[in-house]
T-cell receptor, first 115, second 111 residues
Framework: NAGVTQTPKFQVLKTGQSMTLQCAQD?????MSWYRQDPGMGLRLIHY???????DQGEVPNGYNVSRSTTEDFPLRLLSAAPSQTSVYFC??????????????FGPGTRLTVL | GQSLEQPSEVTAVEGAIVQINCTYQ??????LSWYQQHDGGAPTFLSY????GLEETGRFSSFLSRSDSYGYLLLQELQMKDSASYFC????????????FGDGTTLTVKP
């Protein structure tokens, strides 16, 4: 199993550009989430999904879109990049909601810089 | 909203025991998770408490008191490789789908 994979590993954008961060998991997990982590801070939930076709907002959803057409993939779209979106982005998955103590597995992260 | 507090830094020596505390305020609370993150790496799940009491996994234990909105992570027999950031996270929301993280505690283990 590859676990949770993310591409690209690094990305530099100019203000106003759009892009999609890719996330895939091969563990047949229903739950997937996107987080961002700014320096010296914890992870903040952007969007999450409890299954294919079902998504919901997290704590910091503005400026980001998601969709979940398959169980495996959960892409994150930046609509019009801003310097405030410079961060490390982590994708995560779990078999069920983590409220049952289910392990949440994280991808290696995408380091995004917006100039 | 959700809020968590944990100490920003803790230092201990190899072989010692260290406790990292976490207090939280949340609605729709399911439980408290703990994660480890080494510099530049992805977070790794350590433990979860959904009920009051102590959960033990090897050298790591985690405790929760729901009535006090308080939990802690206990690391025993510290090793140099335990130097990392440790995050508590409350699990909440519909279907327990959301996790809100604290800002993390940087643990430095000295020889």
């Amino acid at each position: 199993n590859a676990g949770v994979t993310q591409t690209p590993k690094f990305q530099v954008l100019k203000t106003g550009q759009s892009m999609t961060l890719q996330c895939a998991q091969d563990m047949n997990h229903e739950y997937m989430s996107w987080y961002r982590q700014d320096p010296g801070m914890g992870l903040r939930l952007i969007h999450y999904s409890v299954g294919a076709g079902i998504t919901d907002q997290g704590e910091v959803p503005n400026g980001y879109n998601v969709s979940r057409s398959t169980t495996e993939d959960f892409p994150l779209r930046l609509l019009s990049a801003a310097p405030s979106q410079t961060s490390v982005y982590f994708c995560a998955s779990s078999r069920t909601g983590t409220g049952g103590g289910d392990t949440q597995y994280f991808g290696p992260g995408t380091r995004l810089t917006v100039l | 909203g959700q809020s968590l507090e944990q100490p920003s830094e803790v230092t201990a020596v190899e072989g010692a025991i260290v406790q990292i505390n976490c207090t939280y305020q949340t609605s729709g609370f399911y439980g408290l998770s703990w994660y480890q993150q080494h510099d530049g790496g992805a977070p790794t799940f350590l433990s979860y408490n959904g009920l009051d009491g102590l959960e033990e996994t090897g050298r790591f234990s985690s405790f929760l008191s729901r009535s006090d909105s308080y939990g802690y992570l206990l690391l025993q027999e510290l090793q140099m490789k335990d130097s990392a950031s440790y995050f508590c996270a409350v699990v909440w929301g519909t279907n327990a789908g959301k996790s809100t993280f604290g800002d993390g505690t940087t643990l430095t283990v000295k020889p």
